[in-house]
């Protein structure tokens, strides 16, 4: 079964609608530029509903050791996400799995990503922006998807309940990453109804 994470969750109410679904991650945005940031205060409220029902993806973006530390003591993450230039010893320094995003605007070579991130418990592929190292809301070009695909790859970027499911019918990913796609009008306060439909679209996918 693909699996399901949700990022950029700042709100309790959404945290349960999570574990009410199933979801099998949740991100918590730690890089102070995204309109999804949350405190460590915040961060421990809703990592503290969720514990041992959904997995607590805290994300980075070429944050320090410390602060990355801190929050791992303070919230209790269970796994992290990087989204900057940190290499395959940085990430796994913590000693937690890790997933790391790469962001795409060409031709993916999995295997050549692989050897780079041997570590990493799956990659994640989101769209190249300039100057934005994630949460764009554009899909890239699927047919750069890496062939062959051998190992976890997340697919992100620009995923909605509308198009998720040709999505993962097209690369077949091990798992998909949505936070603005099930969004309404507020950014980081996500949509019941999105989510729900996002999920059951998700899990009706015929498995190749």
Known sequence: MVKIKVCGITREEDAELLVGLGVDAMGLMFYENSPRWISLEQ????????????LR???????????????????????LQFHGEEDDAD?????????????????????????????????????????????????????????????KFM??????????RGAIETVAPWGVDVSGGVEGTTRGQKDAERVARFVEEVRH????
């Open 43 to 54: 961060a421990r409220t809703l990592s503290a509903y969720v514990v041992g029902r959904v």
């Open 155 to 164: 697919l992100a970027g620009g995923l909605t309940p509308d198009n998720v």
């Open 205 to 208: 996918v015929e498995p190749r």
């Open 91 to 151: 990430c796994a320094s913590f000693g937690l799995p890790y997933l790391k995003t790469v962001r795409v605007r060409g031709p993916v070579d999995g295997v050549e990503l692989q050897a780079r991130f041997p570590n990493a418990c799956a990659l994640l592929l989101d769209t190249y922006v300039e100057d934005l190292p994630g949460g764009t809301g554009k899909a890239f070009d699927w047919s750069y998807w890496p062939q062959p695909s051998t190992g």
């Open 57 to 79: 993806v805290g994300v980075f973006v070429n944050e320090s050791r410390a602060r990355v530390r801190e929050l791992i003591d303070g919230v209790g993450l269970d796994v």
